[in-house]
DNA sequence: ACATCGTACGTTATCGATAATGCTTGACAC
DNA sequence: GTGTCAAGCATTATCGATAACGTACGATGT
């Protein structure tokens, strides 16, 4: 479809149509998937849609029970919630390290934050979803510690952050702009700031969570 | 070998066949692995090998580059000290977690402490390093968290483990009695006391590193 | 009516073979 | 001497087919 010379793996490729599939709601949750129907479908053999089932499944986005079947693994409010803390203390770190590090200006995270803004205007969500997982996988590797960025994928945050924002009332422009102070405290060169505003930016959007307890903090 | 019925899939016994082979030292780091040869070697089809691969890279223990090959990644003192805080991070949120639900006493946990201190005490120190990882990883069930799990799990804590105590002078016993405290707190009903320790833990043995910088602390 | 066993079916798990790709080496032109 | 290109090689990526497994259903006996 965008390039007859396949840069990445059918079964990247094969991935990331499920997940557009499960995140458009044409897969819904509890449905069965399986490997061979969807190889026929997308006019591949059943190895590439196994593999992509595997990572999926490594996400928590599938569930396989062997020998028997797989299907599409219905999120329930818990499982939302559950990564928001996991999120905020990997997010935290990472601002620690970059603030840390001394960043004083990225122009990826730029990009992305004016990215975020101009779809988010537009209504676009998936393009803002996009965006958002962008800048956040962004900040991640800027922190430049592999475990961190190992920790973070297995999230699966892409899917998560389509999710949320195709399916809930968030208001998009006001998401887009809540990552201008996640940037100000990048390159504040603080990282304990840093590692608060990373940290309290997860628990933004949850209204019924305020985060974690923590010590008296002095100031 | 072990038996004739396999319980689990063959990718899961190549992905095990192939840990404890880079753990005791049979396959050294940079050592190039092919996915047709190791299978030709257990007398299995290029398949589960290379499903075993993909688990294996995802976990940072081996590095594919697309067309070209596998090899065993060389795991720099840089990789170890990096899980360090994540480990950390997720194991202080574990142990924040269980504390809020009150937990006050789990046997699978005495248990592993017990076999800990046994195998300590007879020098098997591959004996410790999967009691202790046993420990750690019932720590983060009990928290319950599926995203915590996830993300803690893709930090190849078996494996870290393993080489760290295979390969350093770490004192096995003195590793083992380490996780008392850590039992003492989950049990103490104290949140942010058991997030503090659990942390904690995971500095006990990284001299170089004393945890990230924190806001005073009142008390 | 109920329990037990066997059998048929759906799906995955595995296999063996082939296609596709990136790297390397060497020839050749300049 | 150096750069460019082409052919060959090593390895993975993908394919199509088969085997293995778990489930559900129905037959059979009590």
């Not at 006019?43 to 028997?68: N, W, Y």
Request: net charge negative; charged share 25%; glycine share 8%.
């Amino acid at each position: 479809m965008s390039s007859r010379l396949p840069r990445i793996t059918l079964a990247d490729q094969v991935r990331d149509h499920i997940v557009m599939e499960i995140a458009q709601g044409r897969l819904a949750p509890g449905a069965p998937v399986r490997e061979l129907e969807i190889a026929e479908r997308l006019g591949t053999s059943q190895t590439p849609v196994r593999e992509a089932f595997r990572k999926l499944a490594a996400v928590g986005l599938l569930e396989t029970r062997i020998h028997v079947g797989t299907r599409v693994r219905d999120l329930t409010e818990k499982d939302l919630t559950d990564a928001v803390p996991v999120r905020a203390a990997l997010e935290g770190i990472a601002g620690r390290l970059i603030a840390e590090g001394g960043l004083t200006a990225d122009d990826e995270l730029l990009d992305q934050m004016e990215q975020m803004e101009s779809v988010a205007r537009g209504g676009n969500r998936i393009a803002l979803a996009t965006a958002c997982t962008a800048f956040h996988r962004r900040i991640i590797t800027l922190a430049g510690n592999d475990s961190l960025s190992r920790a973070w994928e297995s999230l699966g945050i892409e899917v998560m952050t389509l999710m949320a924002l195709a399916h809930t009332e968030i208001d998009a422009v006001q998401a887009a702009l809540s990552h201008l102070p996640v940037y100000a405290a990048l390159t504040s060169g603080d990282p304990v700031l840093a590692e608060r505003e990373l940290s309290a930016h997860q628990f933004a959007f949850v209204p019924s969570s305020e985060g974690p307890p923590v010590a008296d903090v002095a100031g």
